[in-house]
């Protein structure tokens, strides 16, 4: 686990201290009146990655329980918070290439792409694990540390899954872990929140290697969206996969399928999305979605170097079929999000 | 248990008119009732052996319940043994005594958080506890004592410890600090992890496997010297076990094991099978599949059985069929549990069955150990197909044990035709402490004391077995000087296991001066070890790397002196025992093994042997530095209780000249330097001695990722390690072991099939049984 | 291979066998061999090395908590004492002896005694603390002899002295590798002062002054533990050698 | 009606009264009350004493209360330990099978649900009847005493000694049956195997010494065994051995402890017993042993004979008869730790065979050194 090699250390050393917006107050209570309580949170859980007290989610929510006893005051979170000081952005973003692919090795929607760029990349040996969400029996998700492409077997890694993950906290776990480097899928709040974690931390900055970004509209709590789901008439036991088509949400069971207008579950979409003006996830290295491309293919944004390294790899071995790509297609979206800076409270 | 019930006993001795003469009666002559439930009764036998002789005090031991009035209950109860722990006590006399002595029968002790065992608080009315792992004779000498003060009208604790108040000037509040256990979250596990090794022969192994198999497996690797892995897929394993017994003379299997990959979502079921062909012996081949973990409608995961062809994997697959909840299909054994008790939590090596955590931080109001119900319906059935079938063919059933003198810590569920054994059912588990499970949740380093203490009269090699596999994981080589002081305690471990098995032997074929001749050369042992190590029967005292600490010229020198010692009164027993016509004419020619019979239940270690299969590993795959020495592994083709006894006796004599000549290598070698400085990092000066770095040398241990198997020679035969790494983890994902007793067990049945019912306790005596071992 | 055959015997031979047998229980009849300890008015001499009942010195404990990490069976755990430090208990009740505590304890304010011979009328009782594993307790001897095995190259005898053994022995302190905790990562430090909280020597401390903290490890108090090495979030920290 | 005072002369003819010169001082002291002089007389009444004092219940009960212990201590010197010796550590634990015995008759007596209640409970008591009563036969005066010691006096008393004898296996039986237990069962059947295999060579071995003697009464046979050369073992020791062997398997000695072995079937028939009730089992063991070592001293070591002490009086024709007994019940003690059990069928077999064999070959003998007149 020794990264660098045993360096005699110091014994005394200075950390910078963020600023206080309310002086008397603990950071945790400033973090709560900034962002969570101004519903401007996105729960991309970047505070309770870095806290060593306790941030954790209560009820949808990021809350941190005895916060006044437990607390350390050390303003990590306020830190790493990616809406602390929020500057919503939205388009495309710069980008070297815009292409469609298609997973050969991997089946399934956007995921098999994302799938195919985390496996490369461990091939590679450009990260020694990769982070995905998965989902347990009730579809709730669950992190997983990809290693070996063996792992990937399950079939739960697959598909979209439109709760929240607990990705960075699992990041964090990682990034403790890995020796090479660790590779990540996220939302673009995720994205966005790594990033800052990268910007505060040099750890972060030499261990987390890849970022792939994913398209992404909104997302849903897993106690709201599962009351709802159960409400519709879906049967968790039997759940084969969720889609969204058409302005459809799909819900396709062993014994049947369940559709709606995606419309009806505007409501429950969690607060921090309503913020949310990044669809293309702009800060990551590669973002993915379908949008954009042919039925099969997931359109792939590279933004750096790394992500078109692995792209090239994948064309080399020929793991995936490569097409072309129309960024016209996703302006509607784009825009739809960027009609949301009109919610963020200044 | 009520206040009322537990000085119900004193009640009743100060009742009457003669109570002066009954109390006086009870106090010299309390009986114990010989209910060995765990290993603290190695040491209870050393405590009525010549060694201490408690039948000074009065106390006689005693087989049955309806004659003693006093139970030590001696160690772990584990659930499916508390009810025969009540059912004993009842059928006892007033007024009676309990007292438990160990750690494991008062909050657990080692396997406190264990999903098998009860607190024999919970199910009888305790008058003493006894602390240690094992107690030493002289503190269960003290219980008795205590007792009959107790009796006497004098209730008490014999320690008196004295308060000091503790420093208390200005107060300052702490973090309390975090668990050391690191787990890795949803790591990979590989079974098959290749490692490059110099290994020509393995090589063409390989190349012939593909060959051979053609399409039938999914990767062969080499994953160490003489390891090779398989994978396929469970619709073409019979085919590949049928290949590989056809073509290579495969013949046995060693290992069945199942890891449960939880996140995954899926089951890697291990076959580790080998053959006795000369070139075959060290070699071990891996046979692994994958299977879903889920399945349709409640029923356990399928899987087809190798038992058909191989019946050494027959009770192993049981036993994983009770672990996890995977049918073999094609075992006649899955629709019954055979290691567990019917009131034990279901599938409890699945990873989703958690054990509690432990606590580094004594507070007020928090529990010591977790409470645990104890079993609440005092049955322990027959199966309803062994009694319709002895009802159908007229045979009478006899349950032999768990509380029986000679029956150990087990039940044999006997069907009798007249005087003749139609079949004996096995049925373990009453000492099942649930190892393995223990294992996956505790350090590397932990695991150490835990693994001795399924075999507390071998101790040594249960623990170099454990040690070497972490060993070859990392590594590590082991300084000379240790592997020679490694060598002599693994061969006084030897001896002293086969005198324990020697003794019990005797005791079984009705020979009480055997048991006692041989009990005083144990006790000789355990001087030799109790110097060295600082304990008698469980000393942890070998560690990755080497051992705690050097031992002294004069220990050495005892060593030496007791490999002399050892004659004149090896001769004595022999005189009396071996030779003693009697005794000959009760084994020989009884319980015959051939050697086909031998292989295919899978019996290992001294008992292989003497049906005349070459097998030592000692030879096959030497370790430490049996290949420097000078001796001579043994054989015989008898294969009776006779041969095997004696086979086991001429193996000892090798061992005392193994220790003799190693003493005398050691003594010519520079003193310290006994731990690998690889392991020691920075902490270098403390080779030769680890005292005060411990935990900071070994606390934060790591295994490469993969699985690692090490075989050793234990006293009774073979005993396998296979641990099992996630490479992130400073604990176990999984520990397999396979002890030499529990592949015996199937060698027993055998073996007494027709014979007569008391040659059922010769056939039993001859091969070494120790439930515990056998059990885990 | 040594082949070890199974013996045939005729009459003849047997009646020999027959006899040895009766011979040797005759002599042993005679000159018995006898090396019963008889406890309570006897008591082994135990090694020094001996791994028996566990006492502690307050002086020496940098409160590491390592004989707590360490314990197999969960039987050492700390407790809080008056002045706010930890220091460990031990439940006899759990403990196995296998004395990996006293290992790992590099101060030495653990050590062993040769008391092993205890009966507790309770379970309860079984809870050593802090305060009572200062001073040797007593226990209930009946013992007035001492016994100590010598085994010599003919046979194990047993010599027999008038004394009272004591048990309790003086132990060497392990061997000292004066270690410090050190920042080798500054620029990763998030300033929560988890290290400082941990710190039980009170040998970290920090200051917070124009929206900088300044940290400080006094490696004069700094007794090594690693507790703060352990607690760290982003693993700053390190134990080197002063 | 009894007539007391025919009594009273019967009791103080010639030669009826036990004389010890050494304590006849002593009842001289003794205050000259009728009624005390009467009873003293009466218990020195020949007939009386040797039921009451010695051989019968008085000797009986102190080495019941002592044998046991010897038979530990024994066997605990040569398995190289001590044996019983805390309780009243001056006295050397002499005393342990007294704390046995007060721990016994003090003990709950446990008669499970499945057992026979009634035969239970009788048959430990019962065993009893045929284990005391063959030691009224048994002659203890020396061949020089002018009268013989001995309670009842019977040309058939080897005879009935042996048919009693016989009856212990009947009681046994009745133990286990009582018991109801599987253990029990087995352990029964063995001991009616058992009951098989020694009888028959038993009785034969009897049979050869009562043809070598030509009489079987008990005082006959001592006074023919009156020099050592004359004694039963010398002339012939096949029926000793014989004998001898076959109290070891009659008493359930190692190597034939088959019936009960512990390790095997948990003491047999005795195995649902408890408190006093295994306390009386456990004692009979011991009673049978007495009486079998007794008939062996009888038959084939002299009875009585021996040099004659004069202090002793009457008495010492008894101390001699006493400690061969020992002797004989020390050799069957110490068997226990020299060997191993046999198994039934092996028990079975020997009995049948070599013991068989033996005891034919003892009656031929007898037969022919009677029909020659080797007797001398």
């Not at chain 2, 020679?713 to 007793?741: H, K, Q």
């Not at chain 4, 038993?202 to 005082?219: R, W």
Request: hydrophobic share 40%; charged share 25%.
């Amino acid at each position: 686990m020794e990264m660098a090699a045993i360096a005699i250390g110091e014994s005394e050393w200075e950390v910078a201290v963020p600023d206080k917006p309310l002086k008397d107050k603990l950071y945790f209570e400033n973090l709560k009146s900034v962002v969570i309580d101004t519903n401007l949170c996105s729960r991309c859980l970047t505070c309770a990655a870095i806290c060593p007290g306790g941030i954790t989610v209560v009820e949808n929510k990021v809350d941190f329980p005895d916060y006044e006893d437990k607390c350390l005051d050390c303003g990590a979170c306020v830190r790493v918070c990616p809406r602390f000081v929020y500057e919503p952005k939205s388009g495309l973003g710069s980008y070297i290439d815009f292409i469609a692919g298609r997973s050969k090795r991997f089946a399934g929607q956007d995921g098999a792409m994302v799938t195919e760029l985390i496996v490369s990349a461990i091939e590679m040996g450009m990260i020694d694990r990769g982070l995905f969400a998965g989902r347990d029996e009730k579809w709730a998700t669950e992190m997983f540390h990809v290693r070996e492409p063996e792992q990937l077997a399950i079939t739960t890694l697959g598909g979209t899954k439109y709760t929240f993950a607990d990705v960075l906290p699992e990041l964090k776990k990682a990034v403790m872990f890995t020796k090479r480097g660790v590779g990540v899928v996220g939302t673009p709040c995720i994205v966005s929140g790594i990033r800052k974690l990268q910007q505060e931390f040099p750890l972060f900055r030499e261990r987390v290697k890849l970022v792939v970004g994913l398209f992404c509209t909104e997302n849903f709590h897993y106690g709201d969206i599962s009351k709802f789901l159960q409400e519709k008439g879906v049967d968790f036991d039997k759940l084969i996969k969720t889609d969204i088509t058409k302005g459809k949400f799909i819900a396709t069971m062993t014994d049947g399928e369940v559709k709606f207008k995606v419309k009806e579950v505007e409501e429950i979409v969690a607060s921090g999305c309503n913020v949310c003006t990044d669809f293309t996830a702009l800060k990551s290295d590669a973002s993915v979605g379908s949008v954009g491309s042919a039925a099969g293919f997931s359109t792939m944004i590279v933004r750096e170097e790394n992500a078109k390294e692995i792209i090239g790899y994948i064309k080399e071995k020929g793991y995936a079929d490569f097409d072309e790509a129309t960024p016209e297609e996703l302006d509607y979206l784009i825009n739809l999000k960027k009609g949301r800076e009109k919610n963020i409270k200044k | 248990m009520e206040e009322g019930e537990k000085n119900r006993n004193i009640r009743i001795l100060h009742s009457g008119v003669f109570t002066p003469l009954r109390r006086w009666g009870t106090k010299w002559s309390l009986w114990p009732c010989h209910f060995v439930t765990s290993c603290c009764g190695v040491e209870l036998a050393h405590a009525f052996a010549c060694g201490f002789d408690g039948e000074r005090l009065g106390t006689l031991n005693m087989g049955i319940a309806r004659q003693a009035n006093f139970i030590i209950v001696e160690g772990t109860i584990t659930r499916k043994m508390a009810p025969a722990l009540r059912i004993v006590w009842e059928q006892m006399p007033d007024p009676k005594f309990v007292n438990v002595i160990g750690a494991c029968g008062q909050r657990g002790g080692i396997f406190w958080n264990s999903y098998n065992i009860v607190h024999p608080s919970d199910v009888v009315p305790v008058d003493f506890f006894i602390p240690g792992c094992p107690i030493t004779p002289e503190g269960l000498l003290r219980g008795v004592r205590a007792v009959q003060e107790k009796i006497e009208g004098r209730d008490r604790t014999t320690i008196e410890f004295k308060h000091v108040d503790l420093p208390s000037v200005e107060k300052e509040e702490h973090r309390v600090p975090t668990t050391p256990k690191i787990f890795a979250p949803t790591p990979a596990i590989r079974v098959d992890v290749p490692r490059e090794v110099d290994w020509d022969f393995g090589k063409e192994v390989v190349n012939n496997l593909k060959a051979q198999l053609g399409g039938l497996y999914n990767s062969i690797a080499i994953t160490d010297k003489n390891r090779i892995a398989i994978k396929t897929t469970p619709e073409n394993l019979m085919e590949v076990a049928r290949k590989l017994s056809d073509s290579m003379g495969i013949d046995h299997v060693k290992n069945v094991n199942v890891i449960d990959v939880a996140h995954e979502r899926k089951f890697i079921v291990e076959y580790m099978v080998s053959g006795y062909s000369k070139e075959l012996m060290p070699v071990i081949i891996t046979i692994f599949t994958e299977i879903g973990r889920e399945t349709e409608a409640e029923a356990e995961p399928g899987f087809p059985s190798l038992t058909p062809l191989w019946e050494s994997a027959n009770y192993s697959e049981r036993e994983m069929h009770d672990f996890f909840g995977v049918s073999f299909e094609g075992n006649k054994g899955m629709n019954e549990k055979f290691l567990l008790a019917p009131d034990t939590p279901e599938y409890p090596l699945r990873k989703d069955f958690k054990v509690e955590e432990e606590l580094y931080v004594l507070e007020e109001g928090v529990p010591l150990a977790p409470t645990i119900k104890p079993p609440e319906e005092l049955t322990m059935p027959v199966s309803e197909e062994t009694l319709d079938e002895a009802e159908k063919n007229d045979e009478m059933v006899a349950c032999i044990g768990p509380h029986h003198p000679g029956s150990g810590h087990l039940r044999w569920i006997m069907r009798l035709k007249g005087d003749v054994i139609v079949e004996v059912n096995p049925d373990p588990g009453y000492v099942h402490r649930s190892m393995e499970k223990l294992a996956e949740n505790r350090l590397y380093i932990q695991n150490v004391p835990l693994f001795e203490r399924a075999n507390i009269s071998d101790p040594i090699n249960m623990n170099l077995g454990y040690v070497r596999a972490i060993e070859n994981a990392l590594g590590v080589e082991v300084p000379e000087r240790a592997k020679y002081l490694r060598t002599i305690m693994a061969e006084l471990s030897r001896i002293g296991a086969f005198f324990y098995d020697a003794g019990i032997f005797s005791l079984f074929t009705g020979h009480s001066t055997g048991f006692m001749y041989v009990w005083a050369i144990r006790e000789m042992i355990l001087e030799a070890i109790v110097r060295m190590t600082g304990s008698r029967c469980t000393p942890s005292f070998i560690i990755p790397g080497g051992i705690r600490r050097d031992i002294s010229d004069d220990v050495l020198e005892l060593t030496r002196n007791f490999t002399f010692a050892i004659d004149t009164r090896l001769r004595k027993f022999e005189d009396i025992f071996v030779t003693n016509p009697v005794f000959i004419a009760r084994t020989k020619g009884v319980g015959v093994l051939t050697r086909e019979d031998a292989i295919r239940c899978g019996i290992v270690g001294p008992f292989l042997r003497a049906s005349g299969v070459e097998y030592d590993i000692r030879k096959a795959e030497p370790y430490e530095v049996y290949d420097q020495l000078d001796w001579e592994a043994t054989t015989g083709d008898a294969g009776d209780c006779l041969g095997r006894f004696l086979g086991r006796l001429e193996e000892i004599k090798q061992s005392v000249g193994i220790v003799r000549q190693a003493v005398d290598a050691v003594k010519g070698m520079p003193r310290g330097n006994v731990i690998s400085e690889e392991i020691l990092g920075e902490y270098k000066e403390v080779s030769d001695d680890i005292r005060g770095y411990f935990f900071r040398v070994y606390g934060n241990l790591v295994l490469p990722k993969g699985e690692w198997t090490s075989i050793t020679e234990a006293s009774r035969g073979t005993l396998l390690y296979s641990i099992i790494s996630d490479g992130e983890s400073n604990v176990p994902y999984r520990v397999r072991v396979v002890t030499p007793c529990w592949m015996n067990l199937r060698g027993i049945i055998e073996a007494s099939k027709g014979e007569r019912v008391a040659d059922f306790w010769t056939v039993y005596g001859s091969f070494g049984y120790f439930p515990p071992e056998a059990d885990r | 291979m040594k082949k070890v055959a199974v013996p045939e015997y005729r009459v003849g031979e047997k009646v020999k066998l027959h006899a040895r047998a009766i011979g040797t229980a005759m002599v042993e009849s005679v000159y018995p061999k006898t090396v019963t300890t008889q406890y309570p008015r006897e008591r082994k001499k135990m090694p020094d090395n001996f791994r028996g009942y566990i006492l502690f010195e307050v002086d020496k404990c940098i409160s590491c908590f390592q004989c707590a990490f360490v314990c197999p069976a969960n039987a050492v755990r700390a407790k809080e004492a008056p002045n706010g430090r930890y220091y460990p208990t031990i439940d006899y009740a759990k403990c196995i002896f296998c004395h990996f505590c006293i290992d790992s304890c590099s101060g030495g304010a653990l050590k062993t005694t040769k008391i092993h011979d205890v009966a507790y009328k309770d379970m309860d009782e079984m809870l050593t603390l802090t305060e009572e594993m200062i001073e040797p307790p007593e226990i209930i001897r009946e013992d007035k002899k001492s016994v100590e095995y010598l085994i010599d190259e003919k046979d194990l005898h047993l010599k027999r002295v008038r004394e009272v053994d004591t048990l309790f022995v003086a132990v060497t302190p392990p061997v000292e590798i004066p270690m410090v905790s050190q920042c080798i990562d500054r620029a990763n430090c998030i300033g929560c002062r988890v290290c400082e909280e941990v710190c039980e020597s009170g040998a970290i401390s920090s200051s917070a002054e124009n929206g900088v903290l300044k940290m400080k490890i006094d490696t004069d108090k700094c007794t090594g533990c690693g507790l703060c090495v352990k607690e760290c979030s982003m693993q700053i920290l390190r134990l080197v050698r002063k | 009606m009894i007539d007391i005072n025919s009594i009273i002369s019967e009791m103080t003819t010639e030669g009826s009264q036990v004389i010890i010169p050494l304590i006849q001082q002593m009842l001289g002291l003794l205050p000259d009350i009728p009624m005390i002089k009467l009873m003293v007389s009466f218990i020195l009444w020949k007939p009386i004493f040797a039921a009451l004092i010695c051989p019968g219940f008085s000797t009986l009960g102190i080495l019941l209360l002592f044998f046991p212990w010897i038979e530990r201590k024994l066997c605990a010197r040569i398995q190289w330990r001590v044996g019983p010796r805390e309780v009243v550590r001056w006295l050397g634990g002499i005393i342990q099978l007294l704390a046995d015995t007060l721990k016994f008759i003090f003990q709950e007596v446990i008669i499970h649900k499945d057992a026979h209640k009634f035969y239970f409970l009788q048959f430990p008591l019962l065993t009893f009847i045929p284990a005391l009563l063959p030691i009224l036969f048994v002659n203890i005066a020396s061949a020089d005493a002018e009268y013989p010691l001995v309670a009842i006096q019977s040309p058939y008393a080897i005879q009935i000694m042996l048919a009693l004898i016989c009856l212990f296996p009947v009681f046994i039986l009745g133990m286990g049956w009582a018991s109801n237990s599987r253990y029990a069962f087995i352990g029964t059947v063995r001991e009616a195997f058992m009951y098989f295999a020694y009888e028959v060579p038993f009785i034969i071995a009897v049979l050869a010494m009562i043809i070598l003697f030509g009489t079987s009464g008990s005082v006959a046979i001592t006074e023919w065994q009156s020099t050592w050369w004359r004694w039963g073992i010398i002339c012939n020791p096949f029926a000793a051995l014989a004998f001898f062997i076959g109290s070891a398997m009659a008493t359930s000695r190692l190597p034939f402890e088959i019936p009960e072995a512990d390790q095997e079937v948990a003491f047999g028939p005795f195995v649902e017993y408890s408190g006093i009730g295994f306390g009386l089992v456990y004692i009979v063991c011991y009673e049978k042993m007495y009486v079998l070592s007794a008939l062996m001293t009888m038959l084939f070591l002299g009875g009585g004979n021996g040099p004659y002490i004069a202090p002793l009086g009457d008495l010492s024709g008894a101390v001699w008869f006493l400690l061969k007994t020992i002797i004989v019940m020390t050799t069957l003690a110490i068997l226990r730790p020299i060997y191993p059990r046999y198994r039934l069928d092996q028990g079975l077999g020997m009995g049948w065979s070599a013991i068989l064999f033996l005891a034919l070959i003892a009656l031929v003998l007898s037969i022919i050194m009677r029909s020659v007149g080797m007797v001398l």
